[in-house]
T-cell receptor, first 114, second 112 residues
Framework: KQEVTQIPAALSVPEGENLVLNCSFTDSAIYNLQWFRQDPGKGLTSLLL?????REQTSGRLNASLDKSSGRSTLYIAASQPGDSATYLC?????????????FGKGNQVVVIP | NAGVTQTPKFQVLKTGQSMTLQCAQDMNHEYMSWYRQDPGMGLRLIHYSVGAGITDQGEVPNGYNVSRSTTEDFPLRLLSAAPSQTSVYFCASWTGVTGELFFGEGSRLTVL
């Protein structure tokens, strides 16, 4: 069974610092990995999708890397802003018994201090 | 594109009442699933479907029923609501081609 871990559960950084969020998974045979953002009381917004054949994806200030052999993905947010305060979740899609299976981390709750 | 549409967004029930949370997607995705999200527990899978007519249980299926008569729709039924079912429910869909996951906006359910 795929287990996904996001540590730390919560972190605070001063505005302008770079954010580094980690997502670890136990089974390296993944199909893809997707990062989401969730604001309090809101739904999940997709940030980046990395296919298993890719090493990284970039969108604006966001960069996500994938290292299947070590079972890790890193979400990097450059020059953090108070608007980046949110919970960030990673989702790992694997193939199991011929079907897709999703596993989620519990999220990194981020506060960017002005 | 509408994506994944969930209704209602908010609902208050009394213990023992029944209701259905609706989920529809217009992307012709074969995979659909229902999750509940509770503080400190993360997203937990209730039921999922790999195509029309095929459903299976997730990790917390008790108290919930599903059916998938069409590719587009995947309703979640609460037959006799209990306070333990107070939660935020998310519907998700994806295709096995890209594996990109799409979520609905969520349904916040309170059972008194």
């Amino acid at each position: 069974k795929q287990e996904v871990t996001q540590i730390p559960a919560a972190l605070s950084v001063p505005e302008g610092e770079n954010l580094v969020l980690n997502c670890s998974f136990t089974d390296s045979a993944i199909y893809n990995l997707q990062w989401f953002r969730q604001d309090p009381g809101k739904g999940l917004t997709s940030l980046l999708l990395i296919q298993s054949s890719q090493r990284e994806q970039t969108s604006g200030r966001l960069n996500a890397s994938l290292d299947k052999s070590s079972g890790r993905s890193t979400l990097y947010i450059a020059a953090s802003q108070p608007g980046d305060s949110a919970t960030y979740l990673c989702a790992v899609l694997s193939l199991w018994d011929g079907n897709n299976r999703l596993a989620f981390g519990k999220g990194n709750q981020v506060v960017v201090i002005p | 594109n509408a994506g994944v549409t969930q209704t209602p967004k908010f609902q208050v029930l009394k213990t023992g009442q029944s209701m259905t949370l609706q989920c529809a997607q217009d992307m012709n995705h074969e995979y659909m699933s229902w999750y509940r999200q509770d503080p400190g527990m993360g997203l937990r899978l209730i039921h999922y479907s790999v195509g029309a007519g095929i459903t299976d249980q997730g990790e917390v299926p008790n108290g919930y029923n599903v059916s998938r008569s069409t590719t587009e729709d995947f309703p979640l039924r609460l037959l006799s609501a209990a306070p333990s079912q107070t939660s935020v429910y998310f519907c998700a869909s994806w295709t096995g081609v890209t594996g990109e996951l799409f979520f609905g906006e969520g349904s916040r359910l309170t059972v008194l």
